[in-house]
């Protein structure tokens, strides 16, 4: 089993930053990845950053790339995501996820809400 507890939503003008932590606890050993969702109203949830907790590759959505970025400190099992020029269509509720590869099982965090107006 994997906890995740995410921190860091808030409300902020486009163009501002924020940043999301996301902490890991349990069975982390066994964690191959990492990342972020995010899911707005009435919106299916979608993929924002991932990234590889053995070797750092990381992946990002088309439409965050070049503004949020994705990092991860291995000795607080903690997982990031700066979000900067941010955008009233990045207005979403943000959940971290945690993926172990045997058995394939996803975990995620209770979620936290990112506003942006404009």
């Known amino acids: 089993q994997v906890q995740l507890v995410e921190s860091g939503g808030g409300l902020v003008q486009a163009g501002g930053s924020l940043r999301l932590s996301c902490a890991a606890s349990g069975s982390i050993f066994s964690i191959n990845a990492m990342g972020w969702y995010r899911q707005a109203p009435g919106k299916q949830r979608e993929l924002v950053a991932t990234?590889?907790?053995?070797?750092?590759?990381?992946n990002y959505a088309d439409s965050v790339k070049g503004r949020f970025t994705i990092s991860r400190d291995n000795a607080k099992n903690t997982v990031y995501l700066q979000m900067n020029s941010l955008k009233p269509e990045d207005t979403a509720i943000y959940y971290c996820?945690?993926?172990?590869?045997?058995?394939?099982?996803?975990?995620w965090g209770q979620g936290t809400q990112v506003t942006v107006s404009s």
């Open positions: 990234i590889m907790t053995s070797g750092g590759r990381t």
């Open positions: 996820n945690a993926q172990i590869a045997y058995p394939f099982t996803n975990y």
